[in-house]
């Protein structure tokens, strides 16, 4: 349906970016070890505490296993709690010893899952289990605090993880409230902003979102087709409201990359099945190595 325009974009942007934004020692570094399956794993972890909407019952346990897998790897991480209409809100902001900078690439997914499947025809007061909706994201975030842990990238990255993404129109609550405290309180002059949501289904497909940073979108799914991911399709997908939006809003370049189309999202079927490692790869693989080759940028004209 979109064979003609994708592949004369394709060479487009090989010819825009691929050769002109990175030199070849950059781009054929031998030493990068996203792995898909390693995120898999990383999603299977989440769903073993349950769901992790504020209050639910295994919740606790999920923040206890993601401060100290990210503890465990080097990173040091700040807890932000907060209130939100009644409710103990936490946001985990992680960062790197081998960070220094001031102008960090952050990047982020929301670690919360929908409490009520408001979509499911059967079962729409219970939770959703969030494999691709919460999961997907976040282990991509920890698949990536892995592999920077093991090599440094050379710029600082700072991972954080939202909660009170996905509560939206529940009880009245707004959506993205984790992203929105953030930025309301941040220290941070941050050059980028990446959000990654839903990015595990196994028929991937990645049109650009609508609101995000244009730049950052060209970068990105340049990098992605350099790899040879044809998921990255330079054509426009939705325009969301998710994590990115509080950022663009303060001016914040910003970027969510995000496969809307997923006929599990919010139903109870929103589980460990419905996940792909090797599009957890085809993420993963695409943001280390653009954050390798974006941080050899002169990140002062940005
Ligand atoms: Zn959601």
Not at 26 to 50: H, I, M, N, P, W
Not at 64 to 92: C, I, M, P, R
Not at 137 to 158: C, K, M, N, Q
Not at 256 to 283: C, M, N, R
Request: net charge negative; hydrophobic share 40%; proline share 6%.
């Amino acid at each position: 349906m979109f064979f003609k325009s994708k592949e004369a974009m394709r060479i487009l942007l090989l010819l825009t970016f691929g050769i002109t934004s990175c030199t070849p020692s950059e781009v054929t570094r031998a030493d990068e070890a996203f792995s898909g399956d390693s995120a898999y794993v990383y999603v299977e972890k989440q769903l073993a505490s349950g769901p992790r909407y504020p209050g639910a019952p295994g919740r606790p346990a999920f923040q206890e296993w993601l401060e100290h897998e990210l503890t465990q790897l080097g990173w040091v991480v700040v807890q932000q709690s907060f209130e939100y209409k009644g409710a103990a809100l936490v946001n985990f902001i992680a960062s790197h010893p081998h960070n220094e900078g001031t102008a960090p690439i952050i990047l982020a997914a929301h670690y919360d899952t929908r409490r009520f499947a408001d979509r499911d025809a059967w079962h729409e007061d219970q939770a959703v289990p969030g494999a691709n909706d919460g999961a997907s994201g976040v282990a991509i975030l920890l698949e990536l605090a892995r592999v920077f842990t093991e090599y440094s990238p050379s710029h600082d990255l700072v991972l954080v993880f939202f909660d009170g993404e996905d509560q939206g129109r529940i009880e009245e609550w707004d959506w993205a409230v984790g992203s929105q405290y953030y930025v309301d309180h941040l220290t941070l002059d941050p050059s980028a902003v990446v959000i990654v949501d839903m990015v595990g289904d196994h028929d991937l497909n990645l049109p650009y979102e609508r609101s995000s940073d244009p730049d950052l979108v060209a970068s990105i799914w340049a990098t992605g087709q350099e790899l040879g991911f044809e998921q990255f399709m330079y054509e426009p997908g939705p325009s969301l409201i998710d994590d990115h939006i509080p950022f663009i809003q303060k001016g914040i370049p910003a970027i969510d990359i995000i496969d809307f189309t997923y006929p599990q999202w919010h139903t109870t079927a929103d589980q460990l099945d419905k996940v792909s490692a090797e599009s957890l790869g085809v993420v993963g693989k695409t943001l280390e190595r653009w954050l390798i080759e974006f941080a050899s940028e002169d990140r002062t004209t940005r």
